[in-house]
């Protein structure tokens, strides 16, 4: 299986090193040096990483072959893509691997069905599941241990205990009509 691992910025100085957004929480396995990465567009790759290094906060990556300003800025871009065994799991067993959670059910802990996830999106401060209801509408439930009380893979399901008004508009009005509003919650 096929997994996207980063994406090539911008170049770094002249001897052909380029920075590179991160997108996999195991950097030091998948972007050391030695690793050959598929890219894409295909056309730009393989590469191989020849020497790696965290520079103010960026990792900035050089590949074998690439030695000037010239050659890194042409790789601008490229998603830089490993292949990892479909059952290989991630070291923390409360860390997953988008694949694992495409597709997965999602209920509520008392069973109520809400959809299902078709992605998974990656902000800066937190994950968000994009879950598709079976009216077709969407919901965005922040993948946080305090609303995603379980993962099953076995069961293929996501359990969520979800605050008023994620899902649906029932306990929204309730709180504005009380007067303690969304942030409550917190404040409970």
Known sequence: MQLVVARIGRAHGIKGEVT??????????????????????????????????VHSGRLLLRF????????AEALRNTL???EVDPNERPEDEDEYYDHQLIDLDVVTEDGQHVGRITEISHLPTQDLFVVERPDG??????????????IDLEEQRAVIDPPPGLIDDRGADDEVADGRGASSRDEA
Do not use: H, K, M, Y
């Open 80 to 82: 830089l893509i490993a």
């Open 64 to 71: 074998e072959g690439v030695r000037d300003r010239t050659g």
């Open 137 to 150: 509408s969407e919901v965005f439930v922040p993948f946080v241990e305090q609303i995603v009380t379980g």
């Open 20 to 53: 590179v957004e991160v997108r996999t929480d195991e950097p030091e396995l998948r972007l050391g040096p030695g690793a050959v990465l598929a890219t894409d567009p295909a056309t730009a790759g393989p590469l191989t990483i020849e020497t790696g290094r």
